[in-house]
């Protein structure tokens, strides 16, 4: 069986950077595998650690071990205790030690080790690496297995897209559990040597902090980070790339922050099931490009794409235009399903829970583009006499994502439904409009 | 309510677009997030971005967030020790 290595050497000086000094690679594999001489002998482990640095060591730690990484989709004890359902033989690992009802194993309170030779470990291509969850469009959570092989192949069409090297420096502000944290922000690092840094900087002037920890850093972001960044009032240091993804970039916001930043910024689009698929610089272009080794088609008007080292075949939600195989233009997403801070959900589904509520006689969830620009979020229109606002959120905070939750709910009488009982968008437009402009 | 609250409670209104919220619907003890206003990550950094252009402070995640943004009481304290205009 093929096998790649856990770990691309570079230099001896720093790979995982910090505010506290880092680590070097031979640092960090004596952590790794001190880590994984302490693991109970499970098949999964949950990746609960929020550091970056931690979730590399626990990353690494599991692969030597012939384990599988669960990433959940958000860190609540309902989405764990699902996990963990779903997967009987787990354990989590965590940051620091904290009460939780799986077994758990905290990374961060490993005492360091002595250096001396360590090994560069290899892994098997067909070892299911990690586990990723989505939502399908009726709630459901669905796994994804990614093989090693895979994402080694995934993390090269990045280096080959990006030109990305031991010399670059990636900071990322997206959870390494999400998909593109995962490739951009675990793989990367790891299959080109490329320095990272071990936090997960939030705020703009954290951000700034990370990026200036050492030369030609890359920032890897959201469009709500890009934002925030473009319209405050901090000072960059000289940025290498920025590569953005989770939400679709609005151009307008590239083009203000290639002039504030002086950097190009990149776009990804991609998702859990594929891994990224093609870039484009969003500033300048609408068209996007394949990465290396990928292609689109068209088959009965539903687009695949193809990887040429596989031949497998995925199908995409998104309606696109093939230009050719390795280009194409995105023409939007199926109506149902939203988007937001990279998390994805159906309407449909989250309109039903809002229904469930006790006090709600009907009601729907809406999204809805903030005048000023680019970030949807989510309203509600409900019949509820016996609700405030505020216990509708809460209520609904226990059920979904919070990042879902209605940022505006308007409280109705009824709602236009038709003779059928279905509500056309149409319809609830028109109410919205009018509710707003009141 | 000190002034500064109801500054910043304002600010909080007009920020986040919580229509039909007035100022005086905050109560200054009251959670921002979760469950109080039941802000999310996505607020924390608009909130970020008008604080540092209104009173030219940067928010830090080390200034425990949590805390200064943990009602609009800790919030006004924290811009009133820090604010640099």
């Not at chain 1, 939502?135 to 092989?149: F, I, Q, V």
């Not at chain 1, 609005?250 to 190009?264: G, H, W, Y």
């Not at chain 1, 970030?375 to 994502?401: F, H, Y």
Request: net charge negative; charged share 25%; aromatic share 6%.
């Amino acid at each position: 069986m093929k096998r790649f290595p856990l770990l691309v050497p570079r230099d001896p000086g720093m790979w995982i950077f910090d505010h506290q000094g880092g680590l070097t690679q031979s640092e960090f594999l004596h952590r790794v595998h001190s880590l994984a001489d302490e693991l109970p002998a499970r098949r999964h482990a949950v990746m609960l650690t929020k550091g970056r640095r931690e979730f590399l060591i626990a990353f690494c730690a599991a692969m030597m071990r012939g384990q599988t990484a669960l990433l959940p989709v958000n860190d609540t004890d309902g989405a764990v205790a699902e996990l963990a359902g779903s997967f009987p033989d787990s354990y989590a690992m965590l940051d620091a030690a904290r009460t939780l009802t799986l077994e758990s194993v905290a990374v961060g309170s490993l005492p360091a080790s002595d250096g001396g030779h360590v090994d560069f470990p290899d892994i098997p291509a067909d070892h299911v690496a990690a586990i990723l969850q989505t939502s399908g469009s009726t709630g459901e959570p669905r796994a994804h297995e990614k093989t090693w092989g895979e994402m080694v192949i995934g993390a090269r069409r990045w280096q080959e897209r990006f030109a990305i090297d031991a010399t670059d420096y990636l900071v990322a502000t997206v959870p390494a559990q999400h998909m593109f944290g995962f490739e951009a922000s675990i793989m990367l690092p790891l299959q080109t040597g490329a320095g990272v840094y071990g936090g997960q900087p939030f705020y703009p002037a954290d951000i700034a902090g990370a990026l200036g920890l050492a030369n030609d850093p890359t920032l890897i972001t959201t469009p709500v980070h890009l934002r925030a960044c473009t319209r405050g009032t901090v000072d960059w240091p000289l940025i290498r790339r920025i590569i953005c993804s989770t939400a679709r970039l609005d151009s307008r916001l590239a083009e203000q922050c290639e002039a504030k930043m002086r950097v190009r910024v990149s776009e990804i689009f991609g998702s859990t099931e594929t891994g990224a698929i093609a870039s484009r610089r969003t500033a300048v272009a609408d068209r996007w490009r394949c990465l290396d080794g990928i292609n689109v088609e068209l088959r009965d008007s539903v687009a695949y794409i193809r990887y040429s080292e596989s031949g497998g075949a995925v199908r995409l939600d998104d309606t696109i235009e093939v230009v050719d195989k390795s280009r194409f233009d995105l023409r939007g997403r199926p109506t149902d399903m939203v988007k937001i801070a990279g998390k994805r959900a159906s309407m449909t589904d989250l309109s039903l829970r809002l229904n469930r509520i006790d006090g709600i006689e009907d009601g729907v969830l809406l999204c809805c583009e903030t005048p000023d620009d680019d970030i949807d979020r989510l309203i509600a229109l409900v019949v509820a006499p016996t609700l405030s606002t505020r216990q509708i959120r809460s209520r609904l905070a226990r059920e979904i994502d919070p990042v879902f939750l209605p940022r505006r709910v308007f409280h109705v009488t009824r709602l236009p439904r038709n003779a059928t009982g279905k509500l056309s968008a149409h319809d609830a437009r028109i109410l919205v409009d009018r509710l707003t402009r009141r | 309510m000190p002034e500064l609250e109801q500054e910043v409670g304002s600010m909080i209104i007009e920020t986040l677009n919580l229509d039909g919220l007035g100022v005086h619907d905050i109560d200054p003890e009251q959670p921002l997030f979760g469950d109080g206003l039941g802000l999310d990550s996505i607020d924390a950094l608009e909130l970020s971005l008008a604080i540092s252009r209104r009173y030219g402070v940067q928010i830090h995640a080390d200034d425990d967030v949590i805390d200064v943004f943990a009602s609009l009481r800790s919030l006004s304290e924290f811009i009133r020790d820090n604010r640099q205009r």
